[in-house]
Protein backbone atom coordinates (compact mmCIF):
# COMPACT_ATOMS: atom_id res chain seq x y z
CA UNK A 1 0.00 0.00 0.00
CA UNK A 2 1.08 3.50 -1.05
CA UNK A 3 2.56 5.27 1.91
CA UNK A 4 0.09 7.98 1.13
CA UNK A 5 -2.97 5.28 1.76
CA UNK A 6 -1.34 4.50 4.88
CA UNK A 7 -3.74 4.82 8.04
CA UNK A 8 -2.93 7.90 9.61
CA UNK A 9 -2.74 7.87 13.53
CA UNK A 10 -4.38 10.36 15.49
CA UNK A 11 -3.41 10.88 18.88
CA UNK A 12 -6.47 8.20 20.25
CA UNK A 13 -4.49 5.32 18.16
CA UNK A 14 -1.99 3.72 19.54
CA UNK A 15 -1.27 1.88 16.19
CA UNK A 16 -2.42 0.87 12.84
CA UNK A 17 -2.95 -3.23 13.82
CA UNK A 18 -2.59 -4.70 17.56
CA UNK A 19 -1.77 -8.23 17.69
CA UNK A 20 -2.66 -10.18 20.91
CA UNK A 21 -0.56 -12.91 21.63
CA UNK A 22 2.70 -13.80 20.46
CA UNK A 23 2.08 -17.22 19.17
CA UNK A 24 2.67 -18.56 15.91
CA UNK A 25 -0.38 -17.39 14.05
CA UNK A 26 0.11 -13.35 15.23
CA UNK A 27 3.91 -13.48 14.67
CA UNK A 28 3.65 -14.90 10.83
CA UNK A 29 1.17 -11.95 10.54
CA UNK A 30 3.93 -9.08 11.88
CA UNK A 31 6.65 -10.49 10.34
CA UNK A 32 5.04 -11.12 6.57
CA UNK A 33 3.43 -7.15 7.62
CA UNK A 34 7.11 -6.23 8.26
CA UNK A 35 8.46 -7.50 4.83
CA UNK A 36 5.57 -6.08 2.48
CA UNK A 37 3.92 -3.29 4.46
CA UNK A 38 6.35 -1.81 6.48
CA UNK A 39 4.40 1.50 6.41
CA UNK A 40 1.75 -0.51 8.66
CA UNK A 41 2.34 0.54 12.06
CA UNK A 42 2.02 -3.08 14.16
CA UNK A 43 2.31 -3.67 17.82
CA UNK A 44 2.52 -6.92 18.89
CA UNK A 45 1.65 -7.67 22.19
CA UNK A 46 3.16 -10.47 24.56
CA UNK A 47 2.06 -11.84 28.31
CA UNK A 48 5.23 -13.43 28.52
CA UNK A 49 9.13 -12.81 28.20
CA UNK A 50 9.45 -14.79 24.76
CA UNK A 51 7.43 -14.80 21.66
CA UNK A 52 6.43 -18.36 20.46
CA UNK A 53 6.03 -19.97 24.38
CA UNK A 54 7.86 -23.09 24.20
CA UNK A 55 6.88 -25.02 21.06
CA UNK A 56 8.20 -26.90 17.71
CA UNK A 57 5.86 -26.26 14.58
CA UNK A 58 6.47 -28.58 11.63
CA UNK A 59 5.10 -28.58 8.05
CA UNK A 60 5.61 -30.86 4.93
CA UNK A 61 7.70 -28.37 2.08
CA UNK A 62 4.21 -29.27 -0.28
CA UNK A 63 2.45 -28.01 2.41
CA UNK A 64 3.59 -24.57 1.00
CA UNK A 65 3.99 -22.98 -2.24
CA UNK A 66 7.71 -22.22 -2.93
CA UNK A 67 6.83 -18.24 -2.40
CA UNK A 68 5.51 -19.10 1.02
CA UNK A 69 8.67 -21.03 1.82
CA UNK A 70 10.89 -18.33 0.74
CA UNK A 71 9.03 -15.89 3.21
CA UNK A 72 9.39 -18.02 6.22
CA UNK A 73 12.90 -19.23 5.28
CA UNK A 74 14.66 -17.39 8.25
CA UNK A 75 12.41 -18.45 10.51
CA UNK A 76 13.23 -22.90 9.96
CA UNK A 77 15.17 -24.42 12.02
CA UNK A 78 16.11 -27.93 10.85
CA UNK A 79 15.18 -29.13 7.32
CA UNK A 80 15.43 -33.30 6.59
CA UNK A 81 14.59 -34.67 3.03
CA UNK A 82 12.72 -37.75 4.09
CA UNK A 83 10.82 -39.12 7.25
CA UNK A 84 9.43 -42.11 7.88
CA UNK A 85 6.21 -43.71 9.93
CA UNK A 86 6.57 -47.35 12.18
CA UNK A 87 3.00 -49.20 12.78
CA UNK A 88 3.04 -52.57 13.87
CA UNK A 89 2.32 -54.56 10.52
CA UNK A 90 4.24 -51.53 8.41
CA UNK A 91 7.16 -49.29 8.32
CA UNK A 92 7.60 -46.83 5.37
CA UNK A 93 10.01 -44.20 4.80
CA UNK A 94 8.58 -41.07 2.61
CA UNK A 95 10.73 -39.30 0.36
CA UNK A 96 8.64 -36.01 1.07
CA UNK A 97 10.92 -33.97 2.92
CA UNK A 98 10.03 -31.89 6.48
CA UNK A 99 11.08 -28.64 8.41
CA UNK A 100 10.37 -27.39 11.49
CA UNK A 101 10.49 -24.38 13.76
CA UNK A 102 11.74 -23.84 17.22
CA UNK A 103 10.20 -21.25 19.61
CA UNK A 104 13.57 -20.25 20.31
CA UNK A 105 14.53 -19.20 16.65
CA UNK A 106 11.17 -18.27 16.05
CA UNK A 107 11.83 -15.31 19.07
CA UNK A 108 15.45 -14.96 17.70
CA UNK A 109 14.42 -13.47 14.55
CA UNK A 110 11.10 -11.97 15.04
CA UNK A 111 12.32 -9.77 17.75
CA UNK A 112 15.82 -8.72 15.84
CA UNK A 113 12.89 -7.63 13.16
CA UNK A 114 10.47 -5.93 14.85
CA UNK A 115 12.34 -4.39 17.77
CA UNK A 116 9.81 -1.76 19.60
CA UNK A 117 6.73 -3.04 17.30
CA UNK A 118 7.13 -6.07 19.89
CA UNK A 119 5.52 -5.26 24.06
CA UNK A 120 6.20 -8.16 26.53
CA UNK A 121 5.27 -8.57 30.05
CA UNK A 122 1.93 -7.52 29.15
CA UNK A 123 -1.32 -9.64 29.90
CA UNK A 124 -4.81 -8.50 28.12
CA UNK A 125 -7.50 -8.48 30.78
CA UNK A 126 -10.07 -7.98 27.39
CA UNK A 127 -10.62 -6.60 23.95
CA UNK A 128 -12.57 -4.95 21.35
CA UNK A 129 -12.53 -4.94 17.58
CA UNK A 130 -10.45 -1.61 18.65
CA UNK A 131 -9.30 -1.35 21.87
CA UNK A 132 -7.39 -3.82 24.40
CA UNK A 133 -7.59 -3.36 28.00
CA UNK A 134 -4.57 -4.44 29.92
CA UNK A 135 -4.36 -6.27 32.94
CA UNK A 136 -2.07 -3.01 34.49
CA UNK A 137 -5.42 -1.17 33.90
CA UNK A 138 -4.01 0.53 30.68
CA UNK A 139 -6.27 0.72 27.47
CA UNK A 140 -4.53 0.50 24.12
CA UNK A 141 -6.38 1.99 20.89
CA UNK A 142 -6.25 1.12 17.01
CA UNK A 143 -7.99 0.75 13.62
CA UNK A 144 -7.99 -3.52 14.01
CA UNK A 145 -7.60 -5.39 17.02
CA UNK A 146 -6.73 -9.48 16.13
CA UNK A 147 -7.31 -11.63 18.89
CA UNK A 148 -4.48 -14.76 18.58
CA UNK A 149 -4.71 -15.90 22.17
CA UNK A 150 -5.32 -19.36 21.11
CA UNK A 151 -8.41 -22.20 20.80
CA UNK A 152 -11.48 -20.16 22.03
CA UNK A 153 -13.72 -23.55 23.52
CA UNK A 154 -16.84 -23.26 21.68
CA UNK A 155 -20.54 -25.47 22.20
CA UNK A 156 -20.39 -24.92 18.16
CA UNK A 157 -17.38 -27.38 18.04
CA UNK A 158 -17.58 -31.17 18.50
CA UNK A 159 -13.78 -31.89 19.41
CA UNK A 160 -11.77 -34.69 20.28
CA UNK A 161 -7.85 -33.90 21.01
CA UNK A 162 -4.09 -34.93 19.99
CA UNK A 163 -2.28 -34.26 22.92
CA UNK A 164 1.44 -34.96 24.00
CA UNK A 165 4.31 -34.19 25.57
CA UNK A 166 7.47 -33.62 24.33
CA UNK A 167 11.15 -33.63 25.53
CA UNK A 168 14.72 -32.07 23.81
CA UNK A 169 16.95 -34.66 24.90
CA UNK A 170 20.96 -34.67 24.26
CA UNK A 171 22.36 -37.73 24.64
CA UNK A 172 25.52 -39.11 25.27
CA UNK A 173 26.24 -40.55 22.11
CA UNK A 174 24.59 -40.38 18.74
CA UNK A 175 21.34 -41.47 17.87
CA UNK A 176 21.80 -42.69 14.18
CA UNK A 177 18.87 -41.31 12.97
CA UNK A 178 19.22 -39.88 9.72
CA UNK A 179 15.33 -38.31 9.16
CA UNK A 180 12.00 -37.72 11.43
CA UNK A 181 9.77 -41.03 12.62
CA UNK A 182 6.44 -38.76 12.50
CA UNK A 183 4.67 -41.99 13.88
CA UNK A 184 6.41 -44.99 15.49
CA UNK A 185 3.08 -46.71 16.29
CA UNK A 186 4.86 -49.76 17.42
CA UNK A 187 4.46 -49.01 20.94
CA UNK A 188 1.62 -50.04 23.54
CA UNK A 189 -1.50 -48.47 23.25
CA UNK A 190 -2.84 -46.01 26.01
CA UNK A 191 -6.24 -43.55 25.62
CA UNK A 192 -6.84 -43.77 22.25
CA UNK A 193 -4.42 -44.03 19.23
CA UNK A 194 -0.54 -43.86 21.06
CA UNK A 195 2.03 -42.55 18.69
CA UNK A 196 5.94 -41.57 19.67
CA UNK A 197 7.66 -38.77 17.56
CA UNK A 198 10.92 -37.94 17.00
CA UNK A 199 12.80 -35.21 15.55
CA UNK A 200 16.73 -35.33 15.32
CA UNK A 201 17.91 -31.72 15.47
CA UNK A 202 21.35 -32.77 15.71
CA UNK A 203 23.62 -35.73 16.01
CA UNK A 204 23.08 -35.52 19.50
CA UNK A 205 19.80 -34.06 20.44
CA UNK A 206 16.29 -35.53 19.93
CA UNK A 207 13.15 -33.75 20.23
CA UNK A 208 11.09 -36.90 21.69
CA UNK A 209 7.06 -36.54 22.00
CA UNK A 210 4.39 -39.38 23.45
CA UNK A 211 1.51 -38.43 21.60
CA UNK A 212 -2.05 -39.37 21.81
CA UNK A 213 -5.32 -39.26 19.73
CA UNK A 214 -7.37 -39.12 22.72
CA UNK A 215 -10.92 -38.17 23.56
CA UNK A 216 -10.27 -36.68 27.01
CA UNK A 217 -7.76 -33.68 27.18
CA UNK A 218 -5.80 -35.12 30.86
CA UNK A 219 -2.46 -34.78 30.15
CA UNK A 220 -0.77 -37.05 33.68
CA UNK A 221 3.06 -35.46 32.97
CA UNK A 222 4.51 -38.11 35.30
CA UNK A 223 3.46 -41.23 33.25
CA UNK A 224 4.33 -39.85 29.92
CA UNK A 225 7.64 -39.36 31.67
CA UNK A 226 8.38 -42.70 32.50
CA UNK A 227 7.03 -43.88 28.67
CA UNK A 228 9.76 -41.31 27.25
CA UNK A 229 12.24 -43.06 29.45
CA UNK A 230 11.58 -46.46 28.16
CA UNK A 231 11.67 -46.03 24.80
CA UNK A 232 14.71 -43.79 24.68
CA UNK A 233 16.11 -46.76 26.79
CA UNK A 234 14.32 -49.28 24.35
CA UNK A 235 16.42 -47.76 21.76
CA UNK A 236 19.56 -47.98 23.22
CA UNK A 237 20.25 -43.84 23.79
CA UNK A 238 21.44 -42.73 26.86
CA UNK A 239 20.85 -39.39 28.33
CA UNK A 240 22.99 -36.74 29.19
CA UNK A 241 20.16 -34.13 30.46
CA UNK A 242 16.83 -32.87 29.71
CA UNK A 243 17.20 -29.71 27.44
CA UNK A 244 13.57 -28.91 27.62
CA UNK A 245 10.08 -29.73 27.97
CA UNK A 246 6.73 -29.04 26.36
CA UNK A 247 3.48 -30.28 26.06
CA UNK A 248 -0.11 -29.58 24.11
CA UNK A 249 -3.58 -30.48 23.72
CA UNK A 250 -4.16 -29.66 20.73
CA UNK A 251 -8.28 -29.84 18.64
CA UNK A 252 -8.97 -32.46 16.78
CA UNK A 253 -12.54 -30.85 14.68
CA UNK A 254 -15.24 -33.77 14.63
CA UNK A 255 -18.41 -31.44 13.35
CA UNK A 256 -19.61 -28.37 14.44
CA UNK A 257 -21.84 -25.26 13.64
CA UNK A 258 -18.82 -22.51 11.71
CA UNK A 259 -21.60 -19.62 12.03
CA UNK A 260 -22.30 -19.74 15.29
CA UNK A 261 -18.68 -20.32 16.24
CA UNK A 262 -17.78 -16.64 14.38
CA UNK A 263 -21.35 -14.98 15.83
CA UNK A 264 -19.50 -15.94 19.06
CA UNK A 265 -16.49 -13.64 17.88
CA UNK A 266 -18.36 -10.82 18.55
CA UNK A 267 -16.63 -8.83 15.42
CA UNK A 268 -13.63 -9.07 17.35
CA UNK A 269 -10.82 -10.59 14.43
CA UNK A 270 -9.07 -13.59 14.96
CA UNK A 271 -6.20 -15.54 14.04
CA UNK A 272 -4.95 -19.03 14.36
CA UNK A 273 -6.66 -21.64 16.83
CA UNK A 274 -8.77 -19.16 17.82
CA UNK A 275 -10.19 -18.74 14.16
CA UNK A 276 -10.15 -22.30 13.45
CA UNK A 277 -7.50 -22.50 11.03
CA UNK A 278 -5.69 -25.68 11.63
CA UNK A 279 -5.96 -28.90 9.73
CA UNK A 280 -8.47 -30.53 10.93
CA UNK A 281 -7.05 -34.17 11.15
CA UNK A 282 -3.23 -33.53 11.88
CA UNK A 283 -3.69 -30.38 13.80
CA UNK A 284 -1.13 -28.86 12.14
CA UNK A 285 -1.06 -24.99 12.45
CA UNK A 286 1.68 -23.57 10.52
CA UNK A 287 0.72 -24.27 6.81
CA UNK A 288 -2.91 -21.86 7.45
CA UNK A 289 -1.01 -19.45 9.74
CA UNK A 290 1.31 -18.54 6.81
CA UNK A 291 -2.12 -18.49 4.19
CA UNK A 292 -3.54 -16.16 6.67
CA UNK A 293 -0.77 -13.73 6.86
CA UNK A 294 -0.49 -13.45 3.44
CA UNK A 295 -3.84 -12.38 3.28
CA UNK A 296 -4.01 -10.13 5.85
CA UNK A 297 -0.52 -8.59 4.04
CA UNK A 298 -2.87 -7.33 1.08
CA UNK A 299 -5.96 -6.24 2.81
CA UNK A 300 -6.09 -2.38 1.22
CA UNK A 301 -8.76 -1.64 4.20
CA UNK A 302 -7.42 -2.56 7.94
CA UNK A 303 -10.27 -1.63 9.72
CA UNK A 304 -11.66 -4.26 11.99
CA UNK A 305 -14.73 -4.24 10.36
CA UNK A 306 -13.03 -5.45 7.08
CA UNK A 307 -10.15 -7.55 8.65
CA UNK A 308 -13.02 -9.27 10.57
CA UNK A 309 -14.94 -10.13 7.47
CA UNK A 310 -12.16 -11.12 5.54
CA UNK A 311 -10.63 -13.49 8.19
CA UNK A 312 -13.88 -14.77 8.70
CA UNK A 313 -14.76 -15.43 4.94
CA UNK A 314 -11.56 -17.24 4.72
CA UNK A 315 -11.77 -19.52 7.88
CA UNK A 316 -15.57 -20.09 6.68
CA UNK A 317 -13.94 -21.20 2.74
CA UNK A 318 -11.65 -23.63 4.62
CA UNK A 319 -14.48 -25.31 6.78
CA UNK A 320 -16.53 -26.05 3.91
CA UNK A 321 -13.56 -27.08 1.94
CA UNK A 322 -13.03 -29.52 4.76
CA UNK A 323 -15.59 -31.49 5.85
CA UNK A 324 -14.21 -34.71 4.48
CA UNK A 325 -11.61 -34.51 7.05
CA UNK A 326 -14.14 -34.03 10.11
CA UNK A 327 -16.00 -37.57 8.39
CA UNK A 328 -12.60 -39.45 8.89
CA UNK A 329 -12.39 -37.60 12.11
CA UNK A 330 -15.40 -39.15 13.33
CA UNK A 331 -14.77 -42.69 12.15
CA UNK A 332 -11.52 -42.77 13.95
CA UNK A 333 -13.12 -41.33 17.09
CA UNK A 334 -16.08 -42.62 16.78
CA UNK A 335 -15.85 -46.17 14.98
CA UNK A 336 -13.01 -47.27 16.22
CA UNK A 337 -12.36 -48.70 19.38
CA UNK A 338 -9.27 -46.67 21.01
CA UNK A 339 -7.06 -49.44 21.51
CA UNK A 340 -7.40 -50.18 17.51
CA UNK A 341 -7.38 -46.76 15.95
CA UNK A 342 -3.70 -47.51 14.80
CA UNK A 343 -5.15 -49.68 12.11
CA UNK A 344 -6.73 -47.15 10.99
CA UNK A 345 -3.47 -44.96 10.60
CA UNK A 346 -1.65 -47.97 9.85
CA UNK A 347 -4.24 -48.26 6.35
CA UNK A 348 -3.89 -45.00 5.53
CA UNK A 349 -0.24 -44.67 5.32
CA UNK A 350 0.05 -48.13 3.06
CA UNK A 351 -1.40 -45.46 -0.20
CA UNK A 352 0.67 -43.75 -2.70
CA UNK A 353 2.71 -41.03 -0.97
CA UNK A 354 1.94 -37.95 -3.83
CA UNK A 355 -1.98 -38.60 -1.61
CA UNK A 356 -0.43 -38.68 1.62
CA UNK A 357 1.23 -34.98 0.62
CA UNK A 358 -2.11 -33.55 -0.48
CA UNK A 359 -3.65 -34.99 2.56
CA UNK A 360 -1.33 -32.97 5.02
CA UNK A 361 -1.77 -30.25 2.58
CA UNK A 362 -5.34 -30.38 2.96
CA UNK A 363 -5.93 -30.41 -0.90
CA UNK A 364 -7.23 -33.75 -1.56
CA UNK A 365 -8.60 -34.73 -5.17
CA UNK A 366 -12.44 -36.40 -5.53
CA UNK A 367 -10.71 -39.62 -6.39
CA UNK A 368 -8.05 -39.15 -3.22
CA UNK A 369 -10.80 -39.05 -1.07
CA UNK A 370 -12.82 -42.68 -2.69
CA UNK A 371 -9.10 -44.05 -2.31
CA UNK A 372 -8.88 -43.18 1.22
CA UNK A 373 -12.60 -44.65 2.04
CA UNK A 374 -12.80 -47.46 -0.56
CA UNK A 375 -12.41 -51.19 0.08
CA UNK A 376 -12.57 -53.07 3.27
CA UNK A 377 -12.65 -50.69 6.43
CA UNK A 378 -10.79 -51.18 8.93
CA UNK A 379 -13.60 -50.63 11.74
CA UNK A 380 -16.61 -51.86 11.83
CA UNK A 381 -19.00 -50.43 9.06
CA UNK A 382 -22.27 -49.80 10.99
CA UNK A 383 -20.42 -47.23 13.20
CA UNK A 384 -18.28 -45.70 10.52
CA UNK A 385 -21.79 -45.19 8.93
CA UNK A 386 -23.18 -43.90 12.19
CA UNK A 387 -20.26 -41.47 11.97
CA UNK A 388 -20.56 -40.19 8.93
CA UNK A 389 -23.99 -38.64 10.14
CA UNK A 390 -23.55 -36.04 13.42
CA UNK A 391 -25.39 -33.88 15.07
CA UNK A 392 -23.97 -30.76 16.72
CA UNK A 393 -24.94 -29.02 19.41
CA UNK A 394 -26.84 -26.50 16.88
CA UNK A 395 -28.83 -28.74 15.87
CA UNK A 396 -27.92 -29.27 12.53
CA UNK A 397 -26.65 -32.53 10.88
CA UNK A 398 -23.48 -32.71 9.18
CA UNK A 399 -23.65 -34.87 6.30
CA UNK A 400 -20.28 -35.47 4.00
CA UNK A 401 -21.18 -36.99 0.72
Given amino acids: ????????????????????????????????????????????????????????WSFHPTDLSAAQRAWIAPLVAHRWDAHEVVFPQCRRVLRGGYASLTSDRFHAQLSAALGNRVRYGVPVASLTPTQVRLA????????????????????????GHQKFLGQELELREPHGLAHPLLMDAGVDQHDGYRFVYVLPFTATTLLVEDTYYADATT????????????YVQRHGWQVRRVLREEQGVLPIVLSGDVQAFWREAAGVPCSGLAAGLFHPTTGYSLPDAVALAELLAVQSDLSAAALFQAVRRHAQERWRARGFFRLLNRMLFRSAQPHQRWKVMQRFYGLPESLIARFYAAQLHPLDKLRIVAGKPPVPLGAALRAALDRPSSGRVEVHQ
Fill in 1 to 56: MPAEHALSLGSALDADVILVGGGLANGLIAWRMWQARPDVHVLLLEAGATLGGNHT
Fill in 136 to 159: DGGVLRAGAVIDGRGLRRSPALSL
Fill in 219 to 230: LDVPVLRARIAR
